[in-house]
């Protein structure tokens, strides 16, 4: 048995705690916050609720596979539910888009239908031209330990390409703006400039058109209840309001963590929040940088609101997000609008020139900065920033360059998003590996 401590109560620092409990070691979680979950949890105010981080979640067989392995199934937890459509896409020249979710036939006749036939066509071709690309990150990068220099040749070609998913949309979509914006909006909405995006990022298209997504019923923060209950029964050792100062390194292996409550002593450290925190790490990153949050104002709504999707997109400059998935008292609705780009107005002002008007149905609302959001949750959930394929070397991978050092969490996973930052504690929970049970005695035999 090793003694693990987990430094950071996120989605991938959780998964992690409950992976290795799991396989019986003795793991201690530390958290700065007074709750676990990182960006993914509830806010609340006046009866209304909204999710603090993503409301929705792809290839929900990641998060299936995490509760199986940690103890009771997904679905004896939380109520997994289908979002349909996927989001509604409000272009510049007033041409809206409905695209569904978990279906390529229903994208081509959605786009066909929106957009032309042509450009039907000419996205599910788009889309579909990452099918090998996410065959082969996903058995050989996402779901599986690697290092930078051991790579199989596959992987290997498609981390190191040079092409940026900016030049590949703009050469496939030379007529079509709003095919343009359509497949840059995960980009977008990350934060990263386009043309500094490798291209085999556009595989979020693909993962979503062909897995659907999916949100739990009652709001995606239900997720960090679920993962607190769920560490209470593999007793890990919980520690919340605990702040971590630095790792502990001696002879180039960390033997512990320094956090403001005194040194934990560790075997194994697991760094799932922001190594740019951690003196003993941040010089390995220090060519990286966070992705920065969009501004957020979630909103407490009454009367009479306009009827949309689980989340519409409205592209231009600024890039406006509206989700409608919180729950409010009878006759209210709870909205999170995030913005994205040139935003020189308030928020509201901005949804309202775009068609979009519920400034005099505001009776709630919370204004989040990036700025207090990265402060709040000691780093971004967005991850690291793109700025060109040497990222992808310039990141830590699920093994660090400290002996006895591993990390998870959105600062390590290859792209952004719930599922993949979920996925690196897996692997890390593979590095680590399983303490041997014991033979039983009966079973021996002397030599």
Request: glycine residues 12%.
């Amino acid at each position: 048995m090793a003694r693990v401590v987990v430094v950071g109560g996120g989605i991938a620092g959780t998964a992690a705690a409950a992976r290795l409990a799991k396989h019986r070691h003795e793991v201690v979680l530390l958290e700065r916050r007074d709750r676990l979950g990182g960006a993914v949890g509830f806010l609340e105010r006046e009866g209304f609720r909204w999710d603090t981080g993503p409301t929705a979640t792809a290839l929900p067989a990641v998060l299936r596979d995490l509760f199986r392995k940690s103890g009771r199934p997904l679905e004896r937890e939380l109520d997994l539910v289908p979002v349909q459509p996927v989001r509604e896409h409000r272009f510049e020249d007033g041409t809206t888009l409905a695209l569904p979710s978990g279906s390529r036939g229903g994208q081509l006749d959605a786009v066909g239908e929106a957009l032309g036939p042509a450009a039907g066509q000419a996205w599910v071709d788009h889309v579909h031209s990452f099918a090998g690309t996410w065959d082969v990150l996903r058995r050989g990068y996402l779901e599986r330990p690697w290092d930078h220099d051991h790579q199989d040749a596959a992987v290997r070609d498609v981390l190191s390409s040079r092409t940026s998913l900016h030049g590949v949309v703009r050469r496939r979509f030379r007529t079509d703006e709003r095919l343009r914006s359509l497949a840059l909006t995960h980009a977008v909405l990350d934060g990263h400039d386009p043309r500094n995006v490798p291209a085999w990022v556009g595989m979020l298209d693909y993962v979503e058109q062909n897995f659907g997504t999916w949100t739990v019923a009652g709001g995606l923060g239900a997720l960090a209840d679920a993962m607190t209950r769920r560490l209470g029964e593999r007793r890990v050792d919980v520690r919340l309001g605990t702040t971590v100062r630095d790792l502990v390194v001696r002879d180039g292996r960390a033997v512990g963590v320094d956090t403001s409550a005194g040194v934990v002593d560790a075997d194994v450290v697991v760094v799932a929040v922001d190594p740019r925190g951690l003196p003993a790490l941040a010089d390995r990153v220090r060519r990286t940088m966070p992705a920065i949050p969009p501004v957020v104002s979630h909103l407490g709504l009454r009367g009479d609101v306009p009827d949309l999707p689980h989340e519409v997109v409205l592209h231009g400059d600024p890039t406006l997000v509206v989700r409608t998935g919180g729950s409010a008292p009878e006759g209210g609705a709870a909205w999170t609008v995030l913005g994205r780009g040139r935003l020189s107005e308030d928020v509201l002002v901005a949804l309202a020139r775009r068609g979009v008007d519920v400034r005099e149905q505001v009776v709630v609302r919370v204004d989040r900065s990036p700025r207090e959001q990265v402060v709040a949750w000691g780093g971004s959930p967005y991850g690291v920033l793109w700025q060109g394929r040497a990222t992808v070397r310039q990141r830590l991978g699920t093994r660090t360059p400290v002996e006895g050092v591993y990390a998870a969490g959105a600062h390590v996973a290859g792209t952004s998003g719930l599922p993949f930052a979920t996925l690196t504690a897996a692997v890390v929970a593979e590095r680590i590996g399983e303490v041997p049970r014991a033979t039983p005695a009966s079973s021996t035999r002397p030599r």
